[in-house]
């Protein structure tokens, strides 16, 4: 039994891996949900992002506190935490310490027609 345990173990971590690749996070809506893709970016330097972030297209968005950014548009989940949906990263941008208490990027009242932009310009990164 503890053989067979032993066999089935990894083959379960790559059936799990298997099955988190084969969903795609939901991209395709993200091009029509309403952002501006330019003022986010416009955005996303003003809200000083790039401290922590390192954001391809935005000037000085070089920070290595939080993870980079480039390819959010292809990750399956945000954050470790979420499914990365349009809704679910508007979310995390609003309310990151709603999502992951004690992390440190912070909640800065962002308001929804500003996750909306930035969330869809973050999008463009592929
Ligand atoms: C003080 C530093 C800090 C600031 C400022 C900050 N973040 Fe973050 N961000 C983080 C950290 C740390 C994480 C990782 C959190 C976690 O995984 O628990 C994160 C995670 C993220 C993620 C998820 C990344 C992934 O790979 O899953 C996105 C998207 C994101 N931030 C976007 C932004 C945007 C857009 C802004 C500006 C509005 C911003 N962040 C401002 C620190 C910051």
Known sequence: MRVLTLTLAPLLVFALA???????????????????AQRGAALIKDYGCGV????PGVANADGL???????????????????????????????????VPGNVMPDVGMTAPDARDIATYLYTLR
């Open 65 to 99: 506190v939080g993870p980079p950014l480039s390819n959010i548009g292809d990750r399956v989940y945000i954050a470790g935490m979420l499914r990365n949906t349009p809704d679910n990263l508007m979310f995390w941008l609003r309310h990151p310490q709603q999502v």
């Open 52 to 55: 922590c972030h390192q954001i």
């Open 18 to 36: 298997a099955a988190a690749k084969a969903e795609p996070p939901d991209i395709s809506v993200a091009w029509t949900f309403g952002g501006n």
